[in-house]
C-alpha cells in the first residue's frame, strides 16, 4: 500500500511540472559547463603545466645529490722469456709464466651546488612570469566560459521565439489562404488573390523549416558546451529592466578594462618573460660558480702468482681498500662557443620586441571591445523600446487593414504584408532583448569583471 501511494504522488508530481518549472535555467546549463567544456579543461592544464616549469627551472640551482655502484672483475694471464742465472756466471733463457685474478668494487656519492649561475636565475624569474601569464590565460577563458554559454542559451531563446513567430505566422497566413480562396469561389475576389495568398503561404511554411533548423543548430551550440542533450529552457521574462552600465561613463569602463583585463595580463606577463630570457642568453657570456664534494670507497681483492720454468710459486692472495674525499670549488669561464651566444640573444630580442608588439595589439583590441560593449548597451536600450514599440504598431496596423480588407478598402496584399510586419517586428523585439542581456555580459568581460554573481544576475530574468 505504502508502495502505491509513494507511486500515486510521483505522479501527481510528474503531472503538476509545468514546462517552465521543469524547464532548466541558465545557472544549471553554466555548471555543467564548468565541469565538461574542453576549452576550459584546455586552459587548466595549460595552467598546470606552466605551474610545473617553475619546479623544472628552479632545479638548476638546487643541490644535486647522486651516487653509484660499481663493480670490477680482471682476470689476466702474461708469459715471456727472460734469462736467469743458473750458477758459474752463466745464464739461460727460462720462460715465465704469470696470471692473476683481481676485483673491486667502487661507491661514489657526490653533491654539487650552484653557486653562481645568472642565466638559470633569470630562467627563473622567466618561468614564474610565463606561469602569472597561464593564470591570467585560464582567468580569461573562465570569463570566457561565462559569455560563451550565456550566449549559446539565449541563441536557443532565440532560435523559439523565431520557431514560434513563423509558426504564428504561417497559421495566419494560412487563414488568410482560406479566406481569400472562399471569396474567390463567391465572386468577391479575383484569383490573383488567391495566388499572392498561397504564394505567401509556402514562403512561411519554408520560413517555420528554416526557423526549426536554427533551433537545432542553436540547442546543439548548448550541447557542445555542455556534452549533453538538454530539455526546455526558461524564457527571459517579460518585465526586462533596460538598465544603464554602472558607472555610466565610457572612459570609465575602459580604465577598468585596462587596470584588470585578464587578457592584457596575459600579454604583459608573457612580454616580462621574454625580456628575462633575453638576460638568461645573455648570461652564456658570464662565468658559472659551482661547489662540489665527492666521496669513494673501493675495497679490492684478489690473487696472483708466477711460474719460472719448472718452478712455480704459489698464488699470492691480496686484498686491498681505498677512500677518497674530494671537496673543490669550480669556475667555468666560457671563452668562444662559435657565435652561438650572439645569435640566441638576438633571437631572443626579436621575441621581446614580438611580444612588445602584440602586448600594444591587445591593449587596442581590449579597449575597442571595451567601447563597443558599452556603446551597444546603450544603443540596446534604444533598440528593445523602439522594437516593443515597433510590435504594438505593427499588431495595430494588422488589425485595421483586416477590418479595410472586410468592407474591401484594402486589398489581400497589404493584409500580407500588414502579417510580415507584424512577425517581422517580433523576431527583432526578441532579438533585441536578449542581445541586450548579452552586452551587459559582453562589457563586463571586457573590463576583466565577468563573474558567477553575473551569473546569477542573469538568471534571475528568466522564467
Request: no cysteine.
Given at each position: 500500500m505504502y508502495k502505491n501511494m509513494k507511486l500515486g504522488l510521483l505522479v501527481l508530481g510528474l503531472a503538476g511540472c509545468t514546462a517552465s518549472a521543469c524547464a532548466e535555467d541558465l545557472l544549471q546549463i553554466y555548471q555543467e559547463a564548468r565541469q565538461a567544456d574542453p576549452i576550459l579543461a584546455g586552459a587548466g592544464a595549460s595552467k598546470g603545466?606552466?605551474?610545473?616549469?617553475?619546479?623544472i627551472a628552479r632545479a638548476p640551482l638546487l643541490p644535486q645529490l647522486g651516487a653509484s655502484l660499481g663493480y670490477t672483475h680482471s682476470d689476466s694471464r702474461s708469459s715471456s722469456i727472460s734469462p736467469q742465472p743458473v750458477g758459474n756466471g752463466d745464464y739461460a733463457l727460462v720462460p715465465v709464466i704469470g696470471n692473476s685474478q683481481g676485483r673491486s668494487r667502487t661507491a661514489q656519492g657526490m653533491l654539487t651546488q650552484s653557486l653562481f649561475n645568472w642565466g638559470n636565475i633569470e630562467r627563473l624569474r622567466g618561468a614564474r612570469e610565463s606561469a602569472r601569464g597561464a593564470d591570467a590565460n585560464y582567468d580569461a577563458a573562465v570569463q570566457d566560459l561565462i559569455v560563451r554559454t550565456a550566449s549559446a542559451y539565449f541563441g536557443v531563446l532565440t532560435a523559439d521565439d523565431q520557431l514560434t513567430f513563423a509558426k504564428s505566422n504561417e497559421k495566419a497566413l494560412a487563414k488568410q489562404l482560406d479566406q481569400a480562396e472562399q471569396r474567390f469561389k463567391v465572386g468577391l475576389s479575383a484569383i490573383t488573390d488567391v495566388q499572392q495568398a498561397r504564394a505567401n503561404y509556402d514562403s512561411a511554411r519554408a520560413q517555420t523549416i528554416q526557423a526549426q533548423n536554427g533551433v537545432d543548430t542553436a540547442r546543439e551550440?548548448?550541447?557542445?558546451?555542455?556534452?549533453?542533450?538538454?530539455?526546455?529552457?526558461?524564457?527571459?521574462?517579460?518585465?526586462?529592466?533596460?538598465?544603464?552600465?554602472?558607472?555610466?561613463?565610457?572612459q570609465?569602463?575602459?580604465?577598468?578594462?585596462?587596470?584588470?583585463?585578464?587578457?592584457?595580463?596575459?600579454?604583459q606577463y608573457s612580454l616580462n618573460a621574454a625580456q628575462d630570457n633575453i638576460s638568461a642568453q645573455r648570461a652564456g657570456h658570464l662565468p658559472t660558480l659551482s661547489a662540489s664534494l665527492v666521496r669513494t670507497d673501493t675495497p679490492s681483492w684478489g690473487s696472483g702468482g708466477r711460474s719460472f720454468g719448472d718452478s712455480t710459486l704459489?698464488?699470492?692472495?691480496?686484498?686491498?681498500?681505498?677512500?677518497?674525499?674530494?671537496?673543490?670549488?669550480?669556475?667555468?669561464?666560457?671563452?668562444?662557443?662559435?657565435?652561438?651566444?650572439?645569435?640566441?640573444v638576438k633571437q631572443a630580442v626579436y621575441q621581446r620586441d614580438a611580444a612588445q608588439d602584440q602586448l600594444?595589439?591587445?591593449?587596442r583590441t581590449v579597449i575597442a571591445g571595451t567601447r563597443n560593449a558599452y556603446r551597444a548597451v546603450l544603443a540596446g536600450i534604444s533598440e528593445v523600446?523602439?522594437?516593443?514599440?515597433?510590435?504594438?504598431?505593427?499588431?495595430?496596423?494588422?488589425e485595421a487593414t483586416e477590418a479595410g480588407f472586410e468592407v474591401g478598402t484594402q486589398t489581400i496584399v497589404n493584409v500580407l504584408l500588414a502579417q510580415q510586419a507584424v512577425f517581422q517586428a517580433q523576431s527583432a523585439y526578441s532579438l533585441a532583448r536578449h542581445q541586450f542581456v548579452l552586452s551587459g555580459l559582453q562589457l563586463k568581460q571586457a573590463a576583466g569583471e565577468v563573474s558567477f554573481k553575473d551569473v546569477e544576475a542573469v538568471n534571475a530574468l528568466l522564467q
Open positions: 603545466a606552466a605551474e610545473a616549469t617553475i619546479g551550440s548548448v550541447a557542445q558546451i555542455t556534452g549533453r542533450d538538454f530539455g526546455d529552457l526558461k524564457k527571459l521574462r517579460d518585465d526586462l529592466a533596460l538598465d544603464k552600465p554602472s558607472p555610466d561613463n565610457l570609465a569602463w575602459v580604465d577598468l578594462a585596462l587596470k584588470q583585463s585578464p587578457v592584457l595580463a596575459s600579454s704459489a698464488n699470492i692472495p691480496g686484498n686491498g681498500w681505498s677512500g677518497d674525499t674530494t671537496i673543490g670549488v669550480t669556475l667555468s669561464v666560457p671563452l668562444f662557443s662559435g657565435g652561438l651566444v650572439h645569435a640566441q600594444e595589439s591587445t591593449r523600446e523602439a522594437n516593443k514599440q515597433a510590435v504594438a504598431s505593427a499588431e495595430k496596423s494588422l
